[in-house]
C-alpha cells in the first residue's frame, strides 16, 4: 500500500515510485529534441513530470502511456517556479506482477457517492416548492451515473471521484444552518441554487469514471459551466413551466456566483441568496483546500504554499 505523500517528497530525493498518469503528451521542446510531459499523481496529490531527451526508438513506446494507467518512475525530485517537479530517468508500464491496487491511486471523495447523491436527492424531495423541487429532482435524476464519479474540478478543490457530489453536499448543510441565523433568506430558493450552481461542469469538465479529469470540453473552455449553466436552466425552465421571475433569479445565481468578471461572472449578486451562493461556495472551496493541505502536514508545521490560498502556508496546531 502505498504511503508517501507526494507533498512530502524532498527536492534532490531520488526516487523509484508507482504513479497514476493523470495527463501525458509527446512535446519539441526549444532544442528541437523530443520530451515526455506527464502529470502524475495517486491519492495524496499530483506532481508534474519530464523526462528529457527522448531518442527516436523511444517514443513508439512512451506513445503508449495514456491517461488512467499507473506506471512506474525513477526520478529526482527538482523544483522549477517554486513547484516540485519529476525529472524522470527510467519508467515502465505496470503489470499483474506489479500487485497494483487502484484504490491507492484514485483521489476519492471521503462518502460514498450513492449516500451523498440521496442525501441531495432527499433534501430535494422534500422541498415545499413545487418549482423548485420538479426542477432540482429532474437536474439530480437526468444526470445521476455523471455525478456518482464527476469531479467538481480539473484540478484545485474537489478534483476526485464524487468531488461534485461532495461540494453540493457540504454547501447545501452549511445554506441550512445559515438560514437559521439570516431568517430572511428564501431557503428552498438558496438550497435550489446549490443543487443547481455548478451541474454544467458535468459537460464543462472531461471525466473518465474514475474522476480523473485530463482537463476541458470545447464548449468549457469557450463558455464555461456559468454561461453554459445559464443556457440549460433557460431550456430546462421552459420545459417544466416554471414562473419568468423564478427562472430569471435561478439564472442570476448561477451567473453570478463566481462573483468577480475575472473569474466569469459578469453579474455581482443582486439579492441575498445570490450573496450567500457566493459565499458557501467560497467557504467550502478554500475549507476544502485547507484541509488537504493540513493532512498532510505535521503537527506543530507549516504547510508548503497553497497556490490556491495565495500562496499561503498553512499552520497546523498542535495535538493536544
Known sequence: MKEKYIANLKTNEEITEYYMVKS?????????????????????????GKKWDIADEEAPGLEKIKEGCVIKVRALVTEWNGMKQLRISRIRMTNAEDGIDMADYIKTAPEKPEDMFDYIHGKAENFADADFRALCTKVLDDNRERLLYYPAASKNHHAE??????????MLMTAERVCEVYTGLDRELLMTGVIIHDIEKLNEIESNELGISPGYSFEGKMLGHLVMGV????????????PREKAVMLEHMMLSHHYEPEFG?????????????????????KMFDMEEALEKTEPGEF???VWTLDNRTIYKKKDE
Open 161 to 170: 471521484l464524487g468531488g461534485l457530489l461532495y461540494h453540493v453536499k457540504r
Open 303 to 305: 504547510s508548503e504554499r
Open 24 to 48: 501525458a503528451m509527446l512535446k519539441v521542446g526549444s532544442n528541437r529534441k523530443t520530451y515526455l510531459d506527464v502529470l502524475l499523481g495517486d491519492k495524496t496529490g499530483e506532481i508534474s
Open 265 to 285: 461572472s459578469p453579474r455581482k449578486p443582486l439579492f441575498p441568496e445570490a450573496e450567500m451562493l457566493h459565499y458557501l461556495d467560497m467557504i467550502d472551496a
Open 231 to 242: 443556457r440549460e436552466m433557460e431550456k430546462l425552465a421552459a420545459e417544466l413551466q416554471i
